[in-house]
């Protein structure tokens, strides 16, 4: 048996439009007796930013001025006027404050039987072989063993999986990262140097000044700035922090900071 975590995003249901003499868009709904209402502000670039207030039945104003407001599936993470990351639920009217993410976040079991992999690195004289062995056991089938890569070594000088060993095995291995949003790398993924430059086979040549895996996602680094490779190929941040839930804190080069979404979209801070 195994723990899952899985992410339902918010979304507006029952929503009334309405409009206000300072308030372009913005449209309200009820939640367990709690009014959240969303507007819809246009800043520069003509960019829309939703922002939102929650009030109880009274009107009387619960919190205000919140962004990205995302339902976790046991309550909602979202970036409060100072620019930091809260967690609450809506219970009978109020706003329950919460300690952290996992308090938020909606998990259920999942049980039943799969196979398990290993893959391995053999070094050769000529390249790396990469081997991929299936246990099939708890399926009463036959295992299998088989070469499902070969990186050559005029390409490469040394070679690992995304644990930093060159053998790694996994079972029920997840397709996106639970929170963000964002597609794990492959669990076959193997990252190679040449030349003290760093790539993802089979993805890219050998271009990053590092590659690293965090929390099943892949950061890259070049000329001392930082990306997540299935967001932005090409790293821009000067400071660019792993992910707490929907959200991952990072700082352009200009000093600009905010917090960066799966889909590579940006909150700046106020």
């Known amino acids: 048996m195994k723990t899952t975590i899985f992410l339902t995003y918010f979304t507006l249901m029952l929503c009334t439009p309405f409009y206000s003499q300072n308030k372009k868009i913005a449209m309200k709904r009820k939640e367990n007796d709690v009014i959240v209402v969303m507007y819809l502000t246009t800043g520069k670039d003509n960019v829309k930013t939703a922002n939102y207030t929650l009030k109880n039945k009274e009107e009387k104003v619960l919190l205000k001025d919140i962004r990205g407001m995302e339902n976790l599936g046991h309550g909602y993470q979202a970036i409060d ?3 930091k990351l809260i967690y609450f639920s809506l219970e009978k009217g109020n706003i329950v404050f919460k300690s952290g993410v996992k ?6 079991t999942v ?3 799969a196979p398990s992999y290993n893959v391995t690195i053999k070094d050769t ?6 081997i991929l062995f299936t246990d099939n056991m708890w399926l009463n ?3 299998t063993m088989s070469s499902i890569g070969q990186i050559s070594k005029n390409d490469a ?3 690992y999986f995304i644990n930093g060993k060159r053998e790694y095995s996994y079972e029920n291995y997840p397709a996106t990262n639970s929170f963000s949003g964002i597609k794990n790398e492959n669990p076959n993924a193997v990252i190679f140097r040449k030349n003290n ?5 089979s993805k890219t ?12 996602m892949t950061k890259v680094k070049k000329d001392k700035l930082y990306g997540y490779y299935e967001i932005n190929k090409v790293p821009k941040y000067k400071r660019l922090d792993n992910f707490i839930g929907l959200y991952a804190r990072f700082e352009l080069p200009n000093g600009k900071k905010g917090y960066l979404t799966g889909s590579g979209y940006e909150y700046f801070d106020k």
């Open 111 to 113: 049980c039943g039987t």
């Open 157 to 159: 000088d040394d070679c």
């Open 197 to 201: 430059l760093y790539g993802i086979f």
């Open 141 to 143: 089938k036959e295992n």
């Open 205 to 216: 040549e050998a271009v990053y000044d590092e590659i690293k895996i965090e929390d099943l």
């Open 81 to 83: 006027a100072k620019n």
């Open 125 to 130: 004289l000529n390249h790396f072989e990469i």
């Open 103 to 108: 308090d938020v976040i909606r998990t259920y």
